[in-house]
């Protein structure tokens, strides 16, 4: 895998990125030469064509990327998948029609478009199906054997089988706990710790992903060390953890390394800058959406007796509270009997212009004055009431610790796992959050607002 905004990337997703990104430059350039009476060259070398063809290009990895066909490239259905990308290429006549709106120079001639386009849904349809059965297997897959079953080792294993774009293949493992033979997450356990070099001679490991159970067993130093000299990349399964799932592993983290580790803690860099520019995006970020706010004021008003925000009590920035302002989504008084209690799914005490506010995230813009206030940032993650925090720092490890930083409008957990209200979910965005807070950059915000307009535009993750 590959690092980009501080987030892991399976290669085999930037490869397939780049080849489309060829494959539709090679059908519109194509379709140029097929329907132009002109000399295509000349079209496209002076008068712009090639710019006009990136513009539809863009549009179209867009809409691939707006319907997750980036995030999961499995082929499940041929015909969803045709549906698909259809979709994608009919997003970009949408933007063909307002880029003629502003200007009618910088569209495609009408038959390039029309030719190009049929090309490129047989042709990215026919390549992704050979892709999704051919390269996905074999590109840049890595070996890896697990030593040890522990808990964090079934997990990667899980995900690894269920995702197979990340680029692993999983050999087996290596644990003395199980019967050589015996079946976990869809491979097989090799042998006993003793049989380790052997097993790594006959299985040859491009990594080794070291987990181990309990102290009972023994590790195999002067083994590892000798691998690791060989050119066996040797990983502790915390780390790969990381890299697999793209969250810091609650279950095996001890106190010690919170406390002597140098990267677990936020970059009080990349805490300054956030600071400075989170306020003026959410300057810009009002102004845009005014129009917006001024809707959901009235309907808010019309529909529903009572303010139009809603003030709430949270914790942010080193445990501080602070009021968080949000367009009132429920009925007046809809706690006055139940206390502080989680938002459910179909939850009665919504209104109905409540339930659209909070499908397409409307709910959360007041939070922007939040921002311009100093309380919040636009990415951070999200702040919790107080009565909430109190229980969850009481049964939750570490849960204090997303407090270093302060809280946010979106989040790294947000965009990655639905909404929750168990405690399961809670230690699961509580894993997203401490990764979030080791890698907090601006890159990392730039690339979470970009997946939250998605998320918004999807009206996923809302409750």
């Known amino acids: 895998?590959?690092?980009?905004?501080?987030?892991?990337?399976?290669?085999?997703?930037?490869?397939?990125?780049?080849?489309?990104?060829?494959?539709?430059?090679?059908?519109?350039?194509?379709?140029?030469?097929?329907?132009?009476?002109?000399?295509?060259?000349?079209?496209?070398?002076?008068?712009?064509?090639?710019?006009?063809?990136?513009?539809?290009?863009?549009?179209?990895?867009?809409?691939?990327?707006?319907?997750?066909?980036?995030?999961?490239?499995?082929?499940?259905?041929?015909?969803?998948?045709?549906?698909?990308?259809?979709?994608?290429?009919?997003?970009?006549?949408?933007?063909?029609?307002?880029?003629?709106?502003?200007?009618?120079?910088?569209?495609?001639?009408?038959?390039?478009?029309i030719t190009g386009s049929a090309i490129a849904l047989v042709a990215v349809s026919g390549w992704r199906i050979i892709y999704g059965l051919v390269f996905l297997k074999a590109f840049g897959a890595q070996r890896v054997l697990f030593l040890g079953t522990n808990p964090v080792v079934r997990d990667i294993s899980e995900r690894v089988a269920g995702r197979p774009e990340l680029g692993y293949v999983n050999l087996g493992y290596v644990d003395d706990g199980y019967a050589p033979?015996?079946?976990?997450?869809?491979?097989?356990?090799?042998?006993?710790?003793?049989?380790?070099?052997?097993?790594?001679?006959?299985?040859?490991?491009?990594?080794?992903?070291?987990?181990?159970?309990e102290r009972r067993d023994r590790m195999p130093v002067q083994d590892l060390l000798d691998f690791r000299f060989s050119g066996i990349h040797i990983e502790d399964a915390g780390l790969a953890y990381e890299a697999a799932c793209g969250r810091i592993c609650t279950k095996e983290l001890r106190p010690a390394q919170l406390i002597f580790s140098g990267e677990m803690g936020p970059r009080h860099s990349a805490v300054v800058w956030q600071s400075i520019y989170s306020p003026a995006l959410a300057l810009i970020g009002t102004l845009v959406a005014l129009p917006f706010m001024l809707l959901a004021a009235a309907a808010i008003k019309l529909t529903s007796r009572g303010p139009v925000l809603y003030r709430q009590q949270r914790v942010g920035l080193n445990g501080a509270p602070f009021t968080l302002f949000k367009f009132r989504s429920m009925y007046l008084d809809a706690e006055a009997k139940t206390g502080a209690v989680w938002a459910s799914k179909d939850d009665p005490r919504i209104t109905p212009v409540g339930r659209w506010l909070r499908k397409l995230r409307i709910d959360e813009l007041p939070q922007l004055w939040n921002v311009l206030r100093g309380e919040m940032s636009i990415v951070g993650p999200r702040p919790e009431r107080p009565e909430f925090v109190r229980v969850l720092a009481e049964k939750i490890p570490y849960y204090r610790q997303r407090h270093c930083v302060r809280p946010g409008i979106t989040g790294w957990a947000q965009i990655n796992h639905k909404y929750g209200d168990t405690i399961e979910d809670t230690i699961t965005k509580?894993?997203?959050?401490?990764?979030?807070?080791?890698?907090?950059?601006?890159?990392?915000?730039?690339y979470i607002i970009f997946h939250t307009l998605k998320t918004m535009l999807r009206s996923r993750g809302a409750q």
């Not at 780049?18 to 059908?27: G, M, N, P, T």
């Not at 009476?37 to 090639?50: C, W």
């Not at 976990?184 to 992903?209: E, F, Q, T, W, Y």
């Open 1 to 113: 895998m590959i690092r980009l905004f501080r987030v892991f990337v399976p290669t085999s997703i930037l490869v397939l990125l780049l080849s489309e990104f060829i494959l539709l430059s090679f059908c519109y350039i194509l379709a140029s030469y097929m329907t132009l009476d002109v000399d295509p060259s000349v079209f496209l070398m002076y008068d712009g064509g090639f710019g006009r063809i990136v513009i539809i290009i863009f549009s179209i990895l867009f809409g691939l990327h707006f319907l997750d066909l980036y995030t999961d490239i499995r082929t499940v259905s041929n015909i969803a998948l045709v549906l698909e990308i259809g979709q994608a290429i009919g997003f970009a006549f949408l933007v063909e029609a307002f880029v003629a709106y502003l200007n009618a120079e910088w569209i495609l001639p009408r038959r390039v478009m």
């Open 181 to 213: 033979g015996e079946i976990l997450n869809g491979a097989k356990v090799l042998g006993p710790v003793s049989a380790l070099r052997g097993i790594v001679a006959a299985a040859r490991p491009d990594r080794i992903v070291v987990g181990m159970t």
């Open 430 to 446: 509580l894993e997203y959050d401490l990764y979030y807070i080791k890698h907090i950059s601006a890159s990392l915000d730039l």
